[in-house]
């Protein structure tokens, strides 16, 4: 299947309300409105093919690009495509998905987190913090690097940009949900910071107040 035939596919499956409501999130106007359950079903029948999610990524087209995150084979991608394509990234949901399912497990990973968290743009520093959140999250971290993390993040988070500071913020939960050890002292910390603390949160929904998604995740995982 080719990179046009995938786009007319996807032209096809969209509709325009959920185009909207992406669009509303923060996707640009070259956005479908595909369901991601049909965008994985794609993915299943295109399989692992750089070459090609590489082509469609650069269609800028917003389901393509999600199809391409499903179809990287992300050790192929020179460090100057990885800077590339994540600059000129503006929409969250998809910052999330291409640095926390691909850009995560590439071989510079260290190295990009180091220049995106100090960076001074907002889509940059997301990228950046979604990175460590995925250090976190594997377990393997000395308390000498989860201390320094939570310096930063004490001494930031309530200034930094909307995108980095949602990031910052999960690596804050995800620090005291997978460290038992800093479990309470993250719960302190996101309660003196007050960060989402006034959210409003749909019925059902985990609230994104540092306490409050502690204290859910590390309640469902003891059940």
């Known amino acids: 299947m080719t990179a046009n035939e995938i786009l ?10 959920r185009k909207q409501m992406y669009i509303k999130n923060g996707a640009g106007e070259n956005t479908y409105g595909v369901l991601l359950g049909d965008l994985r079903k794609l993915a299943k029948q295109t399989g692992k093919n750089n070459e090609l999610a590489v082509e469609l990524w650069h ?11 499903m179809s990287f084979e992300v050790q192929k991608l020179s460090l100057k495509e990885v800077r590339e394509m994540t600059e000129e990234l503006i929409y969250p949901d998809l910052i999330d998905k291409f640095i926390g399912e691909v850009i995560c497990y590439h071989k510079e990973a260290e190295v990009l987190e180091k220049e995106w968290t100090i960076s001074t ?3 940059l520093g997301r990228a950046g913090w ?7 999250a594997e377990g393997n971290l000395a308390d000498e690097e989860l201390d320094r993390l939570l310096a930063i993040v004490k001494a930031e988070i309530q200034t930094a940009s ?27 910390l996101g309660e003196s910071l007050g960060v989402y603390r006034e959210l409003k949160v749909p019925k059902g929904c985990t609230s994104a107040y540092a306490p409050n998604w502690i204290t859910a995740v590390v309640n469902k995982k003891r059940k």
């Open 130 to 136: 979604n990175l460590v959140v995925h250090r976190v």
């Open 162 to 188: 909307a995108g980095k500071q949602w990031a910052m913020n999960h690596a804050l939960c995800e620090i005291g949900i997978c460290y038992p050890r800093y479990t309470e002292q993250c719960m302190l």
């Open 8 to 17: 007319a596919k996807l032209r096809e499956t969209g509709n325009d309300k």
């Open 59 to 69: 269609t800028g087209n917003t389901e393509a690009r999600w199809l391409a995150c």
């Open 121 to 123: 743009k907002d889509n």
